[in-house]
């Protein structure tokens, strides 16, 4: 069931093995919000790094040839752990629905984390769906994703106090 309108016009998906049984879900769900999709796999349930797919879709970030994207692994943390090591990447694991719509909200996640061990395929799409559908709120929310990003920056964000000087 789709409910809103899609944020997102084209996304990145990469999985390793233990995430690869949940991926068609994620590619229908997709399809059915209307958003284009480049699959970097795997395809396979042979045993390949996570680092390897996440920094598939990194890139794809990086070279803005999608504006967002889907990492999937076992459990969703260690997948969105190596991706949120790429510049310009702001990955956030979701195993509820409730933290999909807040981390687009007020942290303009452009990269959903998902554990296909985690969350069963209904759950994934619901997640991925309102993951997909919520605005950034911007705002106050803006200055703290600005702060975010300078922390990947050599000058590392400014001092302890988050800048409040």
């Known amino acids: 069931m ?8 084209k996304m990145a998906v990469a999985c390793d093995h233990g995430g690869l049984a949940l991926k068609p879900h994620i590619l229908k769900t997709l399809k059915d919000l209307g958003i284009e999709y480049l699959d970097f796999g795997t395809d396979s349930m042979e045993s390949v790094d996570y680092p390897v797919y996440a920094k598939h879709v990194g890139e794809a970030l990086h070279d803005q040839s999608v504006d967002g994207g889907i990492v999937i692994c076992g459990s969703g943390l260690g997948i969105a ?15 509820t629905i409730y933290a999909a719509r807040l981390t687009r909200k007020d942290n303009d996640a452009n990269v959903l984390a998902l554990g296909a061990r985690v969350s069963a395929p ?3 799409q619901a997640i991925l769906e309102a993951f997909c559908t919520t605005p950034f709120e911007g ?14 920056s050599n000058d590392r964000g400014g001092s302890r106090d988050g800048g409040q000087r």
């Open 139 to 152: 705002g106050r929310h803006a200055r703290r994703v600005e702060q975010l990003m300078k922390l990947e």
């Open 81 to 95: 752990m190596a991706a949120n090591k790429m510049t310009g990447v702001r990955a956030a694991p979701c195993h």
């Open 2 to 9: 789709i409910v809103g309108t899609a944020v997102f016009k």
């Open 122 to 124: 209904h759950l994934a």
